[in-house]
């Protein structure tokens, strides 16, 4: 008979349990199912822009397909409800610039309506599995700072690799330029001669001048877009040579040294700071490590903070405080040259 009864109470609490998650399950389904929707009967100007852009497609290089891409990306941001609605929330366009940065073939919107419902499924996850409710809010937390960080990290190591390239850059223009090519020619060359990034993003902007829009305007774009202070440098000068004229070779050959210079100081400042990256991840690693030798060794003193609740907010207090801490540090290491 006791039997009978918990498997009835079971029953009872699994109905209940599947009367609360299905309507929220179905709800972000429809939300998404219309989201998709709306941006596909949108996508007509992104169409006529890709039949375009698939002239040649079977020669083109894996520049050429990237920038490509990255074009139709910005156009079906443009063309999108939701993108415009959400352009004008400062961290949307913070996201989409870090997305274009690494070169990820996403808009922002569809990353926020994504995480958004990666965020919604973990936290009903949790609360049918009974998580407790750190765990909970942890992986809820995870599920959308994470791949956020992911996206920084990313752009950060591509603009790093753009920068070193930068010489390089210059150094094949002015050589294209005193040969006579155009500055269209040498943009082109460059977008062939080089690897990613620059050689997408050069590609990015012959590209875009063979869709209609001003050479001047693309240069620009492209400095926005990689927001490296070289390349904005690269940008003022061609834009001045273009309406006053002069020897944009011999301004190349100046950047190209300048940066030379300005790559070897920065090396020299890393290495000087070695010592103060290498304490922020000691300090970061050394209470984690700490956590886990005493579930080891003394597991009744270690699982107060896990099974006690106010333990359990005292841990993610901690964590968040971490993860404050190693941003000062990096904020203080971060030397500008």
């Given amino acids: 008979m006791t039997d009978l009864f918990v498997l009835a109470q079971s029953i009872g609490m699994t109905e209940q349990i599947t009367m609360i998650a299905l309507p929220l399950v179905g709800g972000v389904a429809l939300t998404y199912?219309?989201?998709?929707?709306?941006?596909?009967?949108?996508?007509?100007?992104?169409?006529?822009?890709a039949q375009r852009l698939r002239e040649d497609a079977l020669t083109e290089s894996a520049n050429e397909k990237a920038?490509?891409?990255?074009?139709?990306?910005?156009?079906?941001?443009?063309?999108?409800?939701?993108?415009?609605?959400?352009?004008r929330f400062g961290f949307v366009s913070n996201l989409?610039?870090?997305?274009?940065?690494?070169?990820?073939?996403w808009t922002a919107t569809t990353v926020i309506v994504n995480l958004v419902g990666i965020a919604s499924l973990s936290y009903m996850a949790g609360f049918m599995l009974q998580w407790p409710a750190w765990v909970t809010l942890s992986l809820t937390g995870l599920a959308i700072f994470g791949p956020l960080i992911t996206f920084w990290f990313l752009a950060k190591r591509r603009m790093n690799k753009f920068v070193h390239q930068l010489p390089d850059v210059f150094e094949l223009m002015s050589q294209a330029l005193r040969a006579g090519h155009s500055l269209s020619n040498a943009v082109l060359l460059i977008s062939q001669q080089l690897?990613?990034?620059?050689?997408?993003?050069?590609?990015?902007?012959?590209?875009?001048?063979?869709?209609?829009?001003?050479i001047d305007e693309s240069l620009k774009d492209m400095a926005r877009r990689v927001d490296i202070m070289d390349v904005r440098f690269f940008v003022t000068a061609v834009l001045i040579q273009r309406q006053t004229g002069g020897d944009l070779a011999e301004?190349?050959?100046?950047?190209?040294?300048?940066i030379r210079e300005r790559i070897k100081l920065f090396g020299t400042v890393r290495a000087l700071t070695a010592e103060g990256r290498l304490s922020g991840y000691v300090l970061l690693a050394l209470p984690v490590v700490v956590f886990f030798v005493e579930l080891?060794?003394?597991?009744?003193?270690?699982?107060?903070?896990i099974e006690d609740q106010i333990g359990q907010y005292m841990l993610i207090g901690a964590g968040v405080s971490q993860l404050f801490g190693l941003a000062l540090i990096q904020k203080i290491i971060n030397i500008k040259v």
């Fill in 33 to 49: 199912a219309i989201f998709n929707l709306i941006a596909d009967l949108r996508k007509v100007e992104t169409k006529k822009v």
């Fill in 67 to 87: 920038a490509k891409a990255s074009i139709l990306r910005r156009q079906e941001q443009k063309g999108g409800v939701l993108s415009q609605y959400f352009a």
């Fill in 96 to 105: 989409q610039h870090n997305l274009e940065r690494a070169n990820l073939h």
């Fill in 195 to 214: 690897p990613d990034p620059v050689g997408t993003e050069f590609a990015r902007v012959f590209h875009e001048q063979n869709l209609g829009i001003k």
């Fill in 251 to 258: 301004v190349l050959d100046n950047i190209s040294g300048v």
């Fill in 296 to 305: 080891v060794l003394n597991p009744t003193y270690a699982n107060v903070m």
